[in-house]
Nanobody, 122 residues
Framework: QVQLVESGGGSVQPGGSLRLSCAAS????????MSWYRQTPGKQRELVAD???????NYADSVRGRFTISRDFARHTVTLQMNSLTPDDTAVYYC????????????????WGQGTQVTVSS
């Protein structure tokens, strides 16, 4: 069973920073893509950033230059450093992993974490 557990959400004033972390567990040998999404009430979940096993990183236009995604391939973790936060960044942030290979050869797709709240307010 593959699970993702996030940590690091909270409240911060505009201009502040937060760091989100996500750890994948479950006899994992490799993960193709690890990403962060976010969602606000009444809106669709949107991609914030992703980090592929090729080393390629992708950012939403709204966060490029402010957020940085990083991965530890050996430990199966992904982090999101968020700087210069604005109220528009307020959302529940979700960790996502796709094509998760485990010992024995099985490959799991589309795993989500439980979400962590980020609130940016003065």
């Amino acid at each position: 069973q593959v699970q993702l557990v996030e940590s690091g959400g909270g409240s911060v004033q505009p201009g502040g920073s937060l760091r989100l972390s996500c750890a994948a567990s479950g006899s994992i040998t490799s993960i193709s893509v690890m990403s962060w999404y976010r969602q606000t009430p009444g809106k669709q979940r949107e991609l914030v950033a992703d980090f592929r096993d090729s080393g390629m990183r992708n950012y939403a236009d709204s966060v490029r230059g402010r957020f940085t995604i990083s991965r530890d391939f050996a430990r199966h973790t992904v982090t999101l450093q968020m700087n210069s936060l604005t109220p528009d960044d307020t959302a529940v942030y979700y960790c996502f992993a796709d094509r998760v290979r485990v010992y024995g050869g099985a490959v799991y797709g589309s795993r989500w974490g439980q979400g962590t709240q980020v609130t940016v307010s003065s």
